[in-house]
């Protein structure tokens, strides 16, 4: 079993930079990837970014490559997610997931967090 925890989400202004994260608990991620993904209101679930646990390999979105970047650490158990140069159009909750599948498609991930809320103000 695997408990996922995000925080750091908030209110911004389009422009600024925000990292959100994911706190692990539970069994040993290795072999594990981490994903983060995305829901605006009435709008389906989208994929963001994914990182690979052991060996920190990254993929990301078209609309957040170049200003979005995944990272873990391993001594904190924590993923993160760096925004910057928010736009209004990233307004969403972001969920943290995790699966044993390297894979941008949300179904694939077994475990999954709350979401925290980020909202960019124009």
């Known amino acids: 079993q695997v408990h996922l925890v995000e925080s750091g989400g908030g209110f911004v202004q389009a422009g600024d930079s925000l990292r959100i994260s994911c706190a692990v608990s539970?069994?040993?991620?290795?072999?594990?990837?981490m994903g983060w993904f995305r829901q605006a209101p009435g709008k389906e679930r989208e994929f963001v970014a994914h990182?690979?646990?052991?060996?920190?390999?990254?993929y990301y979105a078209d609309s957040v490559k170049g200003r979005f970047t995944i990272s873990r650490d391993h001594a904190k158990n924590t993923v993160y997610l760096r925004m910057n140069s928010l736009k209004p159009e990233d307004t969403a909750v972001y969920y943290c997931?995790?699966?044993?599948?390297?894979?941008?498609?949300?179904?694939?991930?077994?475990?999954w967090g709350q979401g925290t809320q980020v909202t960019v103000s124009s």
């Open positions: 997931a995790a699966g044993t599948s390297v894979t941008p498609y949300p179904a694939a991930y077994n475990y």
């Open positions: 539970g069994r040993t991620l290795s072999g594990y990837a």
């Open positions: 990182i690979t646990w052991t060996s920190g390999s990254t």
